[in-house]
């Protein structure tokens, strides 16, 4: 699949760095439309992945919503990646063989840092790199409008919680431990600037997944729940 031009148009300037001209940024992930992607799964940041064709905005962009594609651009390094973003896939992949749904990947922040340590370094500093990171991350919320967001992990729940704390009608208590939160099903409902509210969800770090979520009974029946009530 690639990207169509209106689409590519929308999203080509959440792709770089307009001081160094380069790609520093990942928006999504999906593998389909992600207008028609009606969940979305949150993490804090992307994972550091190399970014293939640096220099070609267009490629990058079809890599983000074509997964063999970002996985021949990524296929020494996918190798070599986290258990949370190996089980994010793993979990995608489930949600399409056993819902028949394509599920959108992104992050509280969309800045594609090389390790974690230069991520907190740069956030600590406020760097205009991670500050246009969390601009793109509700631009992606608002322009896609998913009816399901699904956020990974009590320091995804925190960074959301912040970015979205004038929005958020909250219906569960964000301390409880993350276990009792996934097995609660809806935590809290935003409100999307179209006027819809976007159900929220919330789960343990997907490193946990293993293939099909054995360890995941209570979130599966509550996700299970959810999905059967969307339009």
């Known amino acids: 699949m690639t990207v169509s031009i209106g689409l590519y148009n929308k999203i080509k300037n959440w792709l770089i760095d307009e001081y160094s001209g380069e790609i ?3 928006p999504f992930q999906v593998d389909g439309n992600p207008y028609k992607s009606k969940i979305f799964i949150i993490n804090s940041y992307p994972e550091p992945l190399a970014i293939n064709g640096a220099n070609d905005t267009q490629a990058y962009a079809n890599s983000l919503v074509d997964q063999k594609l ?5 296929e020494d390094e996918l190798q070599n990646s986290s258990r949370e973003y190996k089980g994010t896939l793993n979990f995608t992949n489930w949600m399409k063989e056993t819902y028949k749904r394509d599920v959108v990947l992104t992050s509280v922040n969309c800045y594609v840092a090389k390790e974690e340590t230069v991520y907190k370094q740069l956030k600590k500093l406020n760097s205009p790199l991670i500050v246009k990171g ?4 509700k631009e992606v919320i608002e ?10 992990g009590s ?3 925190k ?3 912040e970015q979205f704390k004038e929005r958020l009608k909250i219906k569960k208590d964000f301390t409880l431990p993350i276990q009792e939160l996934e097995g609660s099903g ?4 935003l409100r999307l600037k179209n006027g819809d509210d976007c159900l929220i969800l919330a789960c ?6 293993g293939k099909n979520g054995q360890k995941f009974i209570e979130f599966k029946d509550q996700l299970a729940k959810t999905i059967k009530n969307l339009k």
């Open 155 to 157: 320091k995804t729940i």
């Open 70 to 74: 970002f996985n021949q651009m990524n």
């Open 159 to 161: 960074e959301f919680q």
């Open 143 to 152: 322009e896609f409008a998913p009816s399901v967001i699904i956020l990974q």
């Open 204 to 209: 343990r770090s997907m490193s946990h997944f």
């Open 186 to 189: 809806v935590i809290a409902k």
């Open 134 to 137: 969390a601009r793109i991350f």
């Open 24 to 26: 520093c940024y990942r």
